[in-house]
């Protein structure tokens, strides 16, 4: 049975991701990658981002030991290397370890952000300090956060990345 209070937290984020990839959609229509280089880059990576964040809001729910990121790495591997793909079920059962994949890659993605920001002449959002202090810790005190908390934290710094970009590519189109 499904834990009430995950389910509780996995309805709303859900949301939240979806409408934010949605956004990103709108923005990235906007773009034109011929001339506007660095915006675009800022776009590629924070669809990489939102992308990790969304697959990893359906796997936050399995425990994560060593122990069980172990074992479900093992799974993965095996499946992986069995059948020479992934799917979203094989990911649901090995979630484990997939979660934690996940959301590792959108923090990671969202450290790399910071040097693109600049490049596009975009502030750096305050919570990718949230995220990059978490990526700091060893990896006993990654298994022991929570990783809900994690995951909101990482979609609050992609969402003002993207709020920050969608104002930009807005106002480069009004000045056009």
């Not at 993965?76 to 649901?92: K, S, V």
């Not at 060893?138 to 970009?165: G, I, P």
Request: charged letters at 25%; one cysteine or more.
């Amino acid at each position: 049975m499904p834990d009430r209070a995950h389910l509780e937290w996995l309805v709303p984020s859900r949301s939240r991701i979806q409408a934010l990839l949605l956004r990103l959609y709108n923005v990235g229509n906007k773009l034109s990658p011929s001339t506007d280089d660095a915006r675009t880059a800022v776009f590629q990576m924070l669809l990489g981002t939102t992308f990790s964040l969304w697959r990893s809001v359906f796997l936050l729910d399995k425990e994560r030991t060593p122990e069980s990121m172990h074992a479900a790495a093992i799974a993965f591997l095996e499946r992986l290397i069995e059948d020479n793909t992934i799917l979203y079920g094989d990911d649901r059962k090995t979630g484990a370890w997939t979660g934690g994949y996940y959301l590792a890659n959108a923090c990671m993605r969202l450290r790399e952000l910071e040097s693109r920001l600049k490049d596009a002449s975009l502030p750096t959002p305050s919570s990718i300090e949230k995220v990059s202090s978490y990526l700091a810790k060893s990896y006993q005190e990654r298994l022991a956060s929570d990783s809900s908390l994690v995951w909101n934290d990482a979609y609050e710094a992609a969402n003002a990345v993207c709020e920050s970009l969608e104002e930009s590519v807005t106002r480069g189109l009004t000045q056009r």
